[in-house]
């Protein structure tokens, strides 16, 4: 009798052994296989863009987000935002009296400390309804204008920030708020640096120490990513702001050089 009962008793400490030593073989097994047959998945095969663009690697401080089938699908998802109904109506009522007053104060510090001027050229990017670009006007900048997917006349005109619709050295001042919104960041810094002038200005927002919003197609952990992609322009200031979720300004200013001739031209 007694033998009988410790049987099962043994039977089901081996099962109970294997199945806890099944995921350690599982391990040994992936281990030897070879390199060639191992399947990963690379940034590229996440998103499969148009040759005109070119993808940012994922590294430690700036994570593509996945998700994105083709160029037309990350457009098709940040219309969704764009044409939403209730949020244009939000932004054009409730919202718009109240960010351009906090547009204001954030340009009028930059004017303090000759970062932009009355007689800046601007440019706002993914301005939206336009509320950066009326903020502009109302502090003097009046040469001033918005790009975005859907227009929004006469503040906003119709563009694509990964390849902006302008000629080189258009503008003395960009500002943009929607970095995070960029799939190729590389490709958004450096159509800022084609149309800025030498010597021109850059302001960007960005969120450091939180995740911005469900349309954002790139995570920012640190401003060592946008030091490193801004290949043609000086690091002027980063500090702390309170931009609607946005907690950090990062000031670039677009090199220059003096030619023979005493014209400028870009390092």
């Keep these: 009798m007694k033998t009988t009962q410790t049987k099962p008793l043994i039977l089901r400490y081996f099962l109970l052994s294997l199945l806890l030593s099944l995921p350690f073989l599982l391990l040994l097994l992936f281990s030897f296989q070879p390199h060639h047959l191992r399947r990963t998945t690379?940034?590229?095969?996440?998103?499969?863009?148009?040759?005109?663009?070119?993808?940012?690697?994922?590294?430690?401080?700036?994570?593509?987000?996945?998700?994105?089938?083709?160029?037309?699908?990350?457009?098709?998802?940040?219309?969704?935002?764009?044409?939403?109904?209730?949020?244009?109506?939000?932004?054009?009522?409730?919202?718009?009296?109240?960010?351009?007053?906090?547009?204001?104060?954030?340009?009028d510090e930059l004017k303090k400390k000759n970062l932009l001027s009355n007689s800046?050229?601007?440019?706002?990017?993914?301005?939206?309804?336009?509320?950066?670009?009326?903020?502009l006007k109302r502090i003097g900048v009046s040469d001033s204008v918005g790009i975005d997917l859907v227009p929004y006349p006469p503040l906003v005109l119709e563009g694509d920030f990964h390849n902006q619709p302008f000629q080189n050295e258009t503008f003395d001042f960009e500002f943009s708020n929607v970095f995070d919104h960029a799939l190729y960041p590389e490709n958004f810094v450096s159509e800022i640096e084609r149309t800025l002038k030498p010597?021109?200005?850059?302001?960007?927002?960005?969120?450091?120490?939180?995740?911005?919003?469900?349309?954002?197609?790139?995570?920012?952990?640190s401003v060592k990513p946008l030091v490193k992609m801004f290949k043609g322009s000086e690091l002027v200031h980063v500090h702390q702001v309170d931009g609607f979720g946005l907690d950090t300004e990062v000031v670039f200013r677009k090199k220059q050089i003096k030619a023979i001739d005493g014209s400028s031209s870009l390092v």
């Design 199 to 221: 010597g021109g200005v850059c302001v960007i927002h960005v969120a450091l120490s939180r995740r911005s919003d469900k349309f954002s197609a790139n995570d920012l952990y």
């Design 42 to 107: 690379t940034t590229s095969e996440q998103t499969q863009q148009p040759n005109n663009h070119t993808t940012t690697s994922s590294s430690e401080d700036l994570r593509i987000r996945p998700g994105y089938s083709s160029y037309e699908n990350y457009i098709k998802r940040q219309l969704g935002k764009t044409l939403n109904p209730k949020l244009r109506k939000i932004w054009t009522t409730r919202d718009w009296d109240r960010k351009i007053q906090v547009f204001s104060r954030f340009f």
């Design 120 to 135: 800046s050229k601007s440019l706002c990017i993914g301005a939206r309804v336009g509320q950066e670009v009326e903020a």
